[in-house]
């Protein structure tokens, strides 16, 4: 394949870059992220390189197309390896502790304070701080407290907690040796991610979409914008989506985000109506629940496990029926503490838990027909043919010939009247309908021929053109 004249200055900025210097891409949905680094590794077959990525199953993807000189791996995985077997080869880790475990530890159960003290040992965990500190907020002692009874092995750590053990470590006690690093998906980062990344000791690269920033609900923040480097470069040609679609796509960016200057994507492919994949995307798992349960045919086929969407579901209507031995996932076991349903939407209420708020809805809107609804998802998740469905941050990364997007997307036109009609507006606020803007660009880009939208949007963008 003939590389773009983009591509080719890209490589040669990497074959210029000073030690420890940092290479920064920006590129656009479809340009080929992952495909640059390849290139780049190839073009340079004496020089060793690290490749890390959030995500796992970018990672296992990655593995069978690295070259012999590319060590493929996540940040967790690398933490992994190194804090685990040196300093806890006999623990495994777990997932977040919920408010209500870390209340039962505190012997607390004012779980507006524990939610916080909660939100504060997550933010350190994912932050470049190197110790907690007033200025984290009240209920700082108590989140260090908990952190502490982890690094002890008191309790069983999280994931995160390992993560934020191995950023602590100086370069030089992780004993890591490559030319280069390179950070995918960059725009999906965290704090303390990228300063593992920026303390290695050798040449870095990271790439990403500024406009894919989708995770920012999990602490993630758009590490593309938050690094200064003289060393950069754009890729601005999209091999997957249609001109027409990406126009389409623009325009919401430029409409509604405060960008520096205008966005510009080229597409390198013609539309056409030959379509062999299709998926239909939705912005929540309530929707595809909704979806399922008034579909009657067999031809859809759900992505992600149902056992993901339906066990806090599943967990709760075990509890509203006095079942709690039915309640088996270990990271739900808590749920058996609360006496009854009403419990725990209070708990949910005075914690602001999304999943468990979302679970709660769902439960109370199907009632009697989730175990049915449930039987049926794990039948279409077993169907490997017919139209995927799946949410657009599950079809983040993939691609099919025909694109239908939902109706429960964020109508953008609105949020951003309301936004900008109260006055001054909150970083929080800010950041929140930015990632509104870019859910929907990511879900119009996962298109390779044909798109389909049924959300206001569609409607809006007519009326503009």
């Not at 992220?33 to 959030?54: D, G």
């Not at 777990?94 to 408010?99: F, N, S």
């Not at 990406?246 to 509604?256: E, P, V």
């Not at 929080?428 to 309908?433: E, I, S």
């Amino acid at each position: 394949m003939r590389l773009t004249p983009e591509q080719q200055a890209i490589i040669q900025s990497a074959r210029d870059l000073p030690k420890a210097g940092v290479l920064k891409i920006q590129a656009a949905a479809g340009s080929g992220k992952t495909f640059i680094l390849l290139q780049i590794a190839q073009a340079l077959p004496h020089a060793s390189f690290l490749y890390l990525a959030f995500n796992r199953s970018i990672v296992e993807e990655m593995h069978n197309k690295a070259t012999k000189n590319m060590t493929v791996k996540t940040t967790h995985a690398l933490a992994y390896s190194h804090i685990l077997t040196q300093d806890y080869p006999d623990m495994q880790p777990r997932k977040e502790y919920t408010a209500f475990e870390i209340g039962e530890i505190l012997e607390n159960r004012n779980y507006h304070y524990i939610a916080h003290v909660r939100q504060i040992l997550y933010d350190f965990c994912n932050s470049s701080l190197e110790g907690f500190s007033a200025r984290l907020g009240e209920g700082y002692q108590d989140a260090q407290k908990i952190y502490m009874m982890m690094k002890r092995g008191e309790i069983p750590f999280t994931h995160a907690f390992y993560l934020k053990e191995y950023q602590l470590l100086s370069p030089a006690q992780r004993r890591l040796d490559y030319d280069y690093v390179l950070l995918d998906e960059a725009q999906d980062t965290n704090e303390v991610t990228l300063d593992i990344f920026l303390q290695m000791p050798c040449r870095k690269i990271l790439v990403g979409d500024e406009h894919q920033s989708i995770y920012g609900f999990r602490g993630a923040f758009n590490a593309l914008s938050n690094i200064n480097t003289a060393h950069k470069h754009m890729l601005t040609h999209c091999f997957r989506t249609p001109q027409c679609y990406l126009d389409k796509a623009i325009f919401f960016l430029n409409r509604f985000k405060d960008l520096p200057q205008n966005v510009r994507i080229v597409s390198q492919i013609p539309q056409s109506s030959d379509c062999a994949t299709s998926a239909i995307l939705t912005r929540t798992n309530a929707k595809i629940v909704e979806i399922i349960a008034k579909n009657a045919s067999d031809t859809l086929h759900i992505i992600k496990n149902p056992d993901e969407i339906f066990a806090m579901i599943l967990s709760l209507k075990a509890l509203q029926e006095g079942n709690k031995a039915h309640i088996t996932a270990p990271h739900l076991q808590y749920l058996k503490k609360f006496k009854n349903l009403d419990e725990v939407q209070q708990y949910a209420e005075d914690t602001n838990e999304p999943e468990l708020k979302y679970s709660i809805f769902v439960l109370n809107q199907y009632g009697k027909d989730i175990v049915h609804l449930y039987k049926k998802a794990k039948k279409l998740y077993q169907n490997k043919e017919g139209t995927a469905l799946l949410t657009t941050h599950t079809a983040k990364g993939l691609e099919f010939d025909r694109v239908t997007i939902e109706d429960d997307f964020s109508n953008l036109y609105e949020q951003h009247h309301k936004l900008f009609g109260q006055g001054r507006i909150s970083n929080v606020a800010f950041q929140k309908f930015y990632e509104e803007i870019n859910l929907y660009y990511v879900a119009i880009t996962r298109t390779k021929k044909q798109l389909i939208d049924k959300s206001q949007n569609d409607f809006f963008y007519k009326m503009s053109l």
